[in-house]
């Protein structure tokens, strides 16, 4: 090996070694900021009261009002429907449906350069006799 190869090597591994060492220092520089507590108990304290005072206004305005009913319109008369025939009978769920495929449709399309092509079909491929 040359000396320059060497060197590249050499160089290549440590840029290599430095970039790794760079990654896990920053691996567990964000390891270790995820585990500390960013706010103090009195503020989540501060907090949680607020939030409980908020729900309690939110409960308190929702007893005061009644649930909101909206008004249907009244159901237009109808007339009583005509005897059904059995040509215009509804289906009956006992009724079946039977679903068959259809045959299905087969295209074969004739490629060159199949198994059975070669010099028996005169294409020149020799194997013939030429007296």
Do not use: C, W
């Not at 009583?80 to 509804?90: E, K």
């Amino acid at each position: 090996m040359s000396k320059t190869a060497v060197v590249i090597v050499a160089l290549s591994l440590a840029f290599a070694a430095v970039t790794g060492t760079i990654a896990l220092t920053r691996t567990v520089h964000l390891g270790q900021a995820a585990t500390k507590p960013r706010a103090s108990r009195g503020l989540i304290a501060k907090r949680t009261a607020q939030l409980n005072r908020f729900e309690a206004s939110l409960r308190a305005e929702l007893a005061k009002k009644p649930p909101a009913v909206p008004k249907v319109p009244p159901a237009p008369a109808v007339s009583p429907a005509p005897a059904a025939t059995p040509a215009s009978a509804p289906l009956v769920s006992s009724q079946r449906v039977i679903y068959r495929r259809p045959a299905p449709i087969v295209i074969h399309k004739h490629r060159p350069g199949g198994e059975h092509e070669g010099a028996d079909h005169g294409d020149g491929g020799g194997g013939g006799l030429d007296d």
